[in-house]
């Protein structure tokens, strides 16, 4: 059975969503991140998947702060992103509470950096985060193409270590309009031995049930949540 991650996104130490990345279009949800997570916590949610929005953006590590607060406030399992682009923002990443954090810009501008903190951290402690769009990898907040195909890239990540990568189709994300199913079957076909991580495009139940078919073991589920598509009650059996 495939695993949910809910997912919170911050701006401004708020809880909010984008569509397809723009920050234009964003919807503030809850004034309040942590709460958001006490809630999920309260739902049987065990991980969770916090994004940085400010620091995607930025490229250095913004809202610690609600890392800190969530980390204090519940046992959630927390993978961290958004910014991490230093040996200080890892640092400040895990001392704030994050148990993982998720990269993609810097496993792309600067590999070497990448790889010391696969060596220093452990590959269960670092997820590499590939940001899609028409099957090339998209860098610096999704604002810019690094024109490397999806699937050289996974497969250079794994050489390097890598265990795990959350892969977002931009196109579907914050869209409310179904993952990308097509995308996610074609990776797995052609590379094998890893834990990909969908994310993206969830409206509904059978959407996930759709992402587990194509041998994703975990999806990323966000705005399907917000917009009360999706119930908490209703992920129980997905959250083992």
């Known amino acids: 059975m495939i695993r949910v991650i809910p997912a919170i996104d911050v701006i401004e130490g708020k809880c909010v969503r984008l569509a397809y990345g723009d920050f234009t279009k964003k919807v503030i949800y809850d004034e309040k991140p942590w709460e958001v997570a006490r809630r999920f916590e309260e739902a049987g949610v065990k991980r969770l998947h916090l994004v940085d929005l400010d620091g995607a953006k930025q490229g250095k590590v913004v809202n610690f702060r609600v890392l800190e607060r969530i980390a204090t406030l519940t046992n959630l399992v927390v993978d961290f992103g958004g910014g991490i682009k230093t040996d200080e923002d890892i640092k400040i990443a895990f001392n704030s509470g994050a148990q993982m954090i998720s990269a993609g810009s810097v496993a792309v501008k600067d590999k070497p950096l990448f790889k010391s903190w696969l060596k220093t951290y452990g590959s269960d402690k670092i997820i590499a985060a590939a940001d899609v769009k028409d099957e090339k990898v998209a860098i610096s907040g999704w604002q810019e193409d690094s024109g490397l195909w999806i699937y050289d890239f996974i497969n250079e990540l794994l050489e390097q270590g890598v265990k795990q990568v959350i892969c977002t189709d931009i196109s579907k994300d914050g869209s409310l309009a179904g ?39 975990e999806v990323i589920v966000g705005k399907a949540l917000y917009e009360g598509r ?9 959250l083992n």
């Open 179 to 217: 993952p990308a199913v097509t995308l996610y079957k074609s990776i797995l076909e052609k590379i094998k031995d890893f834990n990909l991580i969908a994310s993206g495009g969830i409206s509904s139940l059978k959407d996930i049930e759709e992402v587990g078919q194509t041998g994703c073991k």
């Open 230 to 238: 999706i119930q908490l009650n209703e992920l129980k059996p997905f």
